[in-house]
């Protein structure tokens, strides 16, 4: 019999016992595989006594539409930076990744599949060089991988995101408020911008631009001029003011290497007060109920495509490498693109042209080129 063991790492993400589904369903198969799953990413390999479940087809039976992950996940240390407590309380981190290959091999392990974003596909990246088999995922409400078309995950976040800008434009509009959502996505803007032309924002700011505070307020105050109205503003959680910083939230959690985001909707509701802008104004933060709750049926289908196409990789050999969606393709990419650098907005993005033609404010001057316009003869 061969083993696979299957890993769930970082962030939570809706789709992520799709793909779970998806794998033991296509390893079933195959007579001579089992497939095993480690308890909060690699933790359950690592921790004494271990924490491995074994997953078969009773065990993921309707997991395809619950959201979070059966066998739980963590964006906490991991096997390169594992926490250990010193004798003065102190906290320091240690390299435990040989130990988990070890470990691995004793657990007679032929494969694994780490499904995760940037974070976990560069564990699984070092692991790989260390020689173990490894396959990627690619998992992220923020959609922020290269490599791939999107990642899992993030549509079910922008329709969350955009039925909460529905909600909020009835209020808005009933009190003339401006109402300023802060959505997720830490340095990428695809959340939000995807939110805001589904929504109809009249604003959106994202971490690729950094925003000119005069230019927001001016397109509000237009906005309000128009008529009685109300506006919609959509700021990306890593959204910053020109020459400012990101705004970020205190975190001391053990392990936790990441700078928690959070806190621009405040920050940029009390700017536009110090420059004058003078209607009501409110802030809604998502956060995490954008990871929550069942994936739409969209993220399903990319989840089981994932899924199944990483167990064939692992028929094929395919180690090193992480499924990709390749319009209309599913193909496997190496690791090392993958994580080379990550999927941002760029000023020539499709999307960004969209949003300039509705009007939508992204608080800079975004220079266009003139539109062709075709010479129209008589008589045609
Ligand atoms: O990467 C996914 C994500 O939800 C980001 O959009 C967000 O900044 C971060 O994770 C939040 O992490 P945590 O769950 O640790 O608060």
Redesign the pocket.
């Known amino acids: 019999m061969k083993r696979l063991l299957v890993a769930t790492g ?2 939570d993400c809706p789709g992520l016992n799709a793909v779970i589904r998806a794998i033991v369903h296509r390893a079933s198969q195959e007579k001579d595989w089992e497939v095993l799953g480690s308890i909060q990413a690699f933790n359950g390999v690592l921790w004494e006594p271990t924490e491995v479940v074994r997953l078969d087809i009773d065990t993921v039976k309707g997991i395809h539409f619950q959201g979070g992950t059966i066998i739980e996940t963590t ?1 906490k240390g991991g096997p390169f930076s594992w926490p250990v407590k010193d004798k003065d309380g102190k906290w320091s981190y240690v390299d435990r990744s040989d130990e988990m290959i070890r470990k691995l091999q004793i657990m007679q392990i032929d494969a694994v599949i780490s499904i995760g ?1 940037d974070g976990s596909q560069q564990i699984s990246e070092k692991l790989y060089r260390k020689g173990l088999n490894i396959i990627g995922v690619p998992k ?3 959609n922020d991988l290269s490599s791939t078309d999107s990642t899992f995950g993030f549509q079910t976040a922008v329709e969350i995101a955009t039925e909460a800008v529905d909600k909020l434009v009835t209020t808005a509009a009933s009190h003339n408020r401006v109402f300023v959502m802060e959505v ?3 340095e990428a803007g695809w959340i939000a911008m995807n939110a805001a032309v589904a929504g109809g924002a009249d604003v959106c700011l994202i971490p690729e631009m950094p925003y000119d505070i005069e230019l927001v307020k001016e397109a509000l105050e237009k906005r309000f001029k128009r008529d009685r109205g109300f506006a919609v503003v959509i700021v990306a ?1 890593g959204a910053r003011p020109k020459g400012g910083e990101m705004a970020t939230q205190q975190n001391d959690e053990v392990g ?1 290497a ?1 700078k ?2 959070g806190g621009i909707a405040r920050k940029l509701i009390d700017d536009l007060k110090n420059a004058g802008f003078k209607h009501d104004m409110r802030e809604t933060v998502l956060g ?1 109920l ?2 929550g709750g069942v994936p739409i049926a969209y993220d399903r289908v990319l989840s089981a495509q994932f899924g199944v196409k990483a167990f064939e990789m692992v028929l094929n050999g395919d180690f090193g490498k992480m499924v990709a969606y390749r319009h209309p393709k599913f193909v496997a990419v190496p690791l090392i693109d993958a994580i080379s650098k990550p999927n941002l907005v760029t000023a020539d993005n499709a999307l960004v042209k969209t949003m300039q033609g509705l009007g939508i404010c992204m608080g800079v001057k975004i220079p266009r080129k003139a539109p062709k316009v075709a010479k129209v003869t008589k008589g045609e």
């Open positions: 970082g962030g964006n974003g992220t409400i923020d997720m996505g830490r959680e936790y990441n928690r985001l995490h954008q990871r």
